[in-house]
C-alpha cells in the first residue's frame, strides 16, 4: 500500500488498478477532462465510445467477465445518457463503477448556470442514488481515499454499480492516503448455516431426483468451482437458468440445459418441476427465468440459496451466505445421489441446403456448429436470447444477454467490453435489427481498437417480439443495408445473406479473416420467430390486453 | 369538452390533441404497446425512432417550436434512456411531455422481479421527479384525469417537461372526465408591477443609448411581437443572447446581433456593455451567454426581467410576471429613445474560389448565403454553434440549439422533430462528427418519415472542442466515410467535401432534390477553428487545470 502523498486523481486511478481495472470506458467533456489526461497518463487505456450509452454497456460487460468495470463520463449530459446501463447493471448484478466529472466546488458559489447543469448541482447524483447501491462526492481531500474505498468495497461486495463525482478542481488536490481500512467481512450465522445445512443434506440425501438450478450469482461472486464440486461429487444434474446461462459448463455430463418454465424444452421442463428435491443455487428467479409465470415449481421441495436469502419449504434462514452454505453442502460429502440418466440435448447435426432460403432456426442450427471454446455469445433480448439459449456454449462464462432486465442495444457496445475484457475471446454477436439500429455503431469504436466480432443482424424489419402482441407502423424499422457499414467505417466485411450457401459462405469467411468485425445481414421473414418467443409473446400479450375496472 | 365516459388512454389522447399535439416520438415496448395501438388508432402520429434518446431530443425540437412537445417510452429500458434529453428540455425551458407505459397495478402485488425493474417499482419515478417540474402515476381512475390536466398545466406553465407514468392495466380503464378544472392565473402584484415599471420608464427615458438583450424566454412564452412592438416604437437596437438567437428578426434594421461577453463580435460587446440602460428580457443570462464570464454588464444600468426574476439595479420586485412587465413598457409609449445609428453586420458577398481547400470561415460563409425564409438552422454544441451563431436568420425561432445544456447528440433528431413541427421549413443541421456519431443515425426515421435535411458534417476527425483544453487519443473517432450512409439507408445524397467548388456542387443539388436528406462530408482541417471557439476553450482551459489545495 502506497501511502506517499498523491492526488484524488492518482489514487483513484491506483485503486482501480489494484482491483484489476485495465480499460476504462467513456467520452470525454470539459468537466472530467483533467481525469481522462491523469488516466491517459497512467497504466488504464481508455476506450471512447461514439456515445455515453456504448461506453455504459461495454462496461457493464466488462465487469461480467473482469470482476470490475468503469464508465467515465461528464456531468450531466455523459452522465444521465448512462442511468439506463447503470440501471440495468444494477437490475442484473454487475459491478460497475461510474465516474462522472463535476464542476470545481470553487465554481458552486452562489449557485450559477454553468452548462451542463440541470436544477441545482446534485441532480444528477440524486439520480444515481436510485441507480447504485453506494455513492461519492469528492469534494473534500481529507475523507477522499477512504470514500473511494469504501464505494470500491460496496460495488464488489453487492457486485452492482457505485458512482463517483469528481470535481474538476479535486482531481490534482493534494492527499495522503490512509492504509485501506480492513473490510468487515460478513460471516454467517454459525447456529444458523448449521441447521440449514443439516436440513438442507437431510433433504437431498433423501431425495431420489435431485436436481440443482444454476443461477447468475454462482459466476458473479466467483462459486463455479464450488458448484462444479458439488456436482462431481453427486451426480446431481444441473440446469440452469437463461440469466444463468453458461454458469456450468454446457458440454457437462450432467448438464441439462435451460430451465424457463414452459418456455424450456419440454424435457428439460418436465425433469425439473417433476423433481423432488430442487436446489436453487444463485439465482434471483426472476419472470424471465420462470418463462414469465409459467413455471410449476414445487416449493415444498425446494431449497432456495441466494446471495440475499436462503429459504428451505416455506421457511427462511436469516444471515447465511451463498457461499458458506454452498462449501457446506461440498463439505457434507453427499456421495452420488443421483443415478439419472438424464437425457442431453446435443448439438444436432447440420447439412446445409445450399440453395435453401435461410430461416431462423437453421441458422441457429449452423451456429450451434460454428461457435468453439474461443466463442463468447452475446445475445440481445428477443429472438436473439431465446434462439440463442439453446446454443451449446463450451466454456464457463461464454454467454452474455441482458436477460433481466432486457434493455436493447447492449449487444455491439457489449461485444467492445467483453473483448478487451479477454482478448482471447471472438465475441459472436445476435442482435436484431431494431437493437442494432439503437448502438450498432459502436462498431466504429470496435474498427478504433482492432477487433472482430462477428455481428448476425438477425434482420426482419422491425420489432418481432412485439408483432404477435399488438403491430402497427410503430413495430417498422428502415430495412438498412447493414452489409455496406463496412465501407461507411472503412473497414471490416459485409454480407447479405438469404440462402444457407450464403451463410455459408460468410462464416467461413470470417472464420479466416481476424483483423477486423464481419456483420452478416441475414434477412428473415418478419414472422420467422422461434417458438420460444411464440410462448412468450402469447403470455406476454395477455398482460398487454389487461384492464383494470374503475 | 367531452364529459362522455371514456378511458384513461383516450383521454390523455384527447388531452395532447386539444393542446395541439399532432406527432408523438418513441418507441414501443410491451409495457406500453396497450398505449402505443390506441395511439396509432387516433389522430396521433406516431414516429418511431431508432433510439429512444433520438426520440427525446426530437421532441425537445418539437416543443420548442409547436409549443408542447411528447415523447412516449417503455418502463425504464425505455424511460432511463432519455433522462439526459429531459434534463436538457428542464435546463433549456422545452415544454417536453414524457409518458412511460409501467407494469400494471395488478403486476405489483408481492413486489415481484418483472422485467425492466430496477430497485422498486418507483425507481423510474423518482429519477423524473429530479428532471421535471411535475409527475404523475396514473394509478387511479378517479383522479387520472385531473392529474392529466395537472402535469399538461404545469408544462406549459412553467415550459419545463413534466412526467406521466402510464401502468399498463389502466390504458382501457374507464373514466368519467370531470370538466377540466380553469387553472388560477399567476396574476402580477399590481402595485409591484406599477412601481416597478415607473422606475424602468423613467431609466428608459433618461437613457441616451439603451438597449435590449433578448432572450430564449420570449419565444417560450410567445412574448416576441410584444418585443417587436416596443421596437418599432422607441427604436432601441436588440441584441440577441446566444440561446435566444433568432427571437428577434435578424434582418430587422434595429437588429445589432449576439451578445455573448468577449465572446461576441467586438462592435456588439462594445455596444452593449457601453450601454447606459440594459435591458435584459426573457433571458435566464447562463454563463455561455455571458461569453464564460467575460461578459462586463455594470448592473447599476441593468433592468433585468425573466419569468422568474425581476430585478432593477440591485433591488428586486417579488410577483411580477414577464408579460404583464412588457405589455407595461409597450403601453408607456415611450416614444422614440434611441437615435444611435447601430452598424449590422450583414451577410458578406461571396466569391467561389473553386478550386480552394474549403476552410470552417469559407464554409459558414457560403452558408450564410445559401439559407433562406424556409431554413431552419440547428446547430450542435461545439463550433456548429459558435459559428452558427454568425449567420443571419432571416425569420424569427429559425435556430435551435441546447445552447446552454450544450449536451451532445442533439441536431439530427432535432431535424426530425423541428420538420414534423413545421413541414414547411427545411432543416440545415449543423454537426459535428463526434455529435453526429452518437445520434446520426436518426436519418433512419428521418428516411422513414419521408423528410429531407441538409446535414453538413464538420468533420475534423475529433472534439475539436476540447483539444485546446487537454488532447489525447480519447478526442479522436473514426473517419467516417459520412456520404456511404445514403447507401446504408438506400436513400438520400452524399456528398465529401473539400474544395468550395464541392461545397457549391452539394448546395446546387441539395436545392433541387428535396425528396431526401443531403449530408455534407465537410473535410477540415483538425485544428481550423472559430474564432469564437478560440477564445472559449481560452476561458475554458483554466478551468479544466484549477486545483484545490489540501
Redesign the interface.
Known amino acids: 500500500m502506497n501511502t506517499n502523498p498523491t492526488t484524488i486523481g492518482q489514487y483513484l486511478i491506483e485503486r482501480l488498478l489494484a482491483h484489476g481495472v485495465k480499460h476504462v470506458f467513456?467520452v470525454?467533456?470539459?468537466y472530467v477532462?483533467?481525469f481522462?489526461?491523469e488516466m491517459?497518463q497512467s497504466e488504464l487505456h481508455?476506450v471512447?465510445t461514439?456515445?455515453e450509452?456504448g461506453a455504459g454497456f461495454a462496461a457493464d460487460a466488462y465487469a461480467r467477465l473482469n470482476g470490475l468495470g468503469v464508465v467515465c463520463v461528464t456531468y450531466?449530459?455523459g452522465g444521465?445518457?448512462i442511468?439506463?446501463t447503470t440501471?440495468?447493471a444494477?437490475?442484473e448484478k454487475s459491478p460497475v463503477i461510474v465516474i462522472s466529472g463535476a464542476p470545481?466546488?470553487?465554481?458552486r458559489i452562489h449557485d450559477?448556470?454553468?452548462?451542463?447543469?440541470?436544477?441545482s448541482f446534485d441532480?444528477q447524483l440524486?439520480?444515481f442514488e436510485?441507480?447504485t447501491v453506494a455513492t461519492a462526492v469528492l469534494d473534500n481531500?481529507?475523507t477522499a481515499c477512504s470514500e473511494i474505498n469504501r464505494v470500491l468495497e460496496a460495488a464488489l461486495h453487492h457486485c452492482r454499480p457505485v458512482y463517483i463525482e469528481l470535481?474538476?478542481?479535486?482531481?490534482?488536490?493534494?492527499?495522503f492516503p490512509m492504509p485501506v481500512a480492513i473490510p468487515v467481512a460478513e460471516t454467517s450465522d454459525p447456529n444458523a448455516l448449521a441447521e440449514a445445512l443439516r436440513e438442507a443434506t437431510a433433504m437431498i440425501a433423501q431425495a431420489k431426483r435431485p436436481v440443482i438450478l444454476a443461477g447468475e450469482e454462482l459466476h458473479r461472486f466467483g462459486l463455479q468451482s464450488l458448484l462444479n464440486d458439488l456436482v462431481e461429487e453427486t451426480d446431481i444434474p444441473v440446469a440452469a437458468t437463461i440469466l444463468g446461462k453458461s454458469v456450468f459448463p454446457e458440454s457437462h455430463r450432467r448438464y441439462l440445459g435451460i430451465y424457463e418454465g414452459a418456455l424450456s424444452h419440454p424435457e428439460i421442463c418436465d425433469y425439473v418441476e417433476s423433481s423432488d428435491c430442487l436446489i436453487c443455487l444463485g439465482s434471483?428467479?426472476?419472470?424471465?427465468d420462470l418463462g414469465i409465470y409459467t413455471a410449476h415449481l414445487n416449493q415444498d421441495h425446494c431449497i432456495y440459496v441466494s446471495n440475499e436469502r436462503l429459504a428451505i419449504r416455506f421457511h427462511r434462514y436469516d444471515h447465511v451466505q451463498l457461499r458458506d452454505f454452498l462449501e457446506g453442502l461440498v463439505n457434507a460429502h453427499l456421495s452420488v445421489c443421483n443415478t439419472d440418466t438424464i437425457t442431453q440435448i446435443k448439438t444436432p447435426e447440420f447439412q446445409i441446403d445450399y440453395n435453401q432460403r435461410i430461416t431462423l432456426g437453421r441458422l441457429f442450427g449452423r451456429l450451434d456448429t460454428f461457435i468453439d471454446q474461443n466463442t463468447i455469445v452475446i445475445a440481445e433480448p428477443g429472438d436473439a436470447l431465446f434462439s440463442g439459449a439453446d446454443l451449446h456454449i463450451q466454456q464457463r462464462n461464454r454467454f452474455l444477454s441482458p436477460a433481466?432486465?432486457?434493455?436493447?442495444?447492449f449487444a455491439v457496445p457489449a461485444a467492445l467490453g467483453a473483448q478487451l475484457a479477454d482478448p482471447t475471446l471472438r465475441p459472436l454477436v445476435l442482435v436484431g435489427d431494431g437493437a442494432f439500429?439503437?448502438?450498432?455503431?459502436e462498431l466504429?469504436?470496435i474498427?478504433?481498437f482492432g477487433l472482430n466480432p462477428i455481428v448476425v443482424v438477425l434482420n426482419n424489419q422491425g420489432?418481432a417480439?412485439?408483432r404477435p402482441?399488438?403491430d402497427?407502423?410503430?413495430?417498422?424499422?428502415?430495412?438498412?443495408?447493414?452489409s455496406?457499414?463496412s465501407?461507411?467505417?472503412?473497414a471490416g466485411q459485409g454480407f447479405t445473406i438469404r440462402t444457407e450457401g450464403q451463410l455459408e459462405t460468410a462464416l467461413y469467411f470470417a472464420s479466416q479473416h481476424t483483423g477486423s468485425f464481419c456483420i452478416l445481414d441475414v434477412q428473415l421473414e418478419p414472422n420467422d420467430t422461434s417458438l420460444s418467443l411464440k410462448r412468450l409473446t402469447q403470455v406476454?400479450a395477455e398482460?398487454?390486453?389487461?384492464?383494470?375496472?374503475?
Request: glycine share 8%.
Open positions: 467513456g470525454p467533456g470539459d477532462l483533467g481522462f489526461q491517459a481508455l471512447n461514439c456515445d450509452q450531466c449530459v444521465l445518457k442511468a439506463n440501471a440495468q444494477f437490475a470545481g466546488t470553487d465554481e450559477p448556470l454553468l452548462h451542463h447543469k440541470v436544477r441532480t440524486k439520480v436510485q441507480l481531500p481529507l470535481p474538476r478542481n479535486m482531481v490534482h488536490a493534494p492527499v434471483i428467479l426472476t419472470e424471465i433481466h432486465y432486457t434493455s436493447l442495444g439500429q439503437m448502438t450498432g455503431m466504429s469504436t474498427v478504433r420489432y417480439t412485439e402482441m399488438e402497427g407502423r410503430f413495430n417498422d424499422v428502415l430495412n438498412w443495408h447493414y455496406r457499414l465501407e461507411v467505417f472503412g406476454l398482460r398487454v390486453h389487461s384492464t383494470a375496472s374503475m
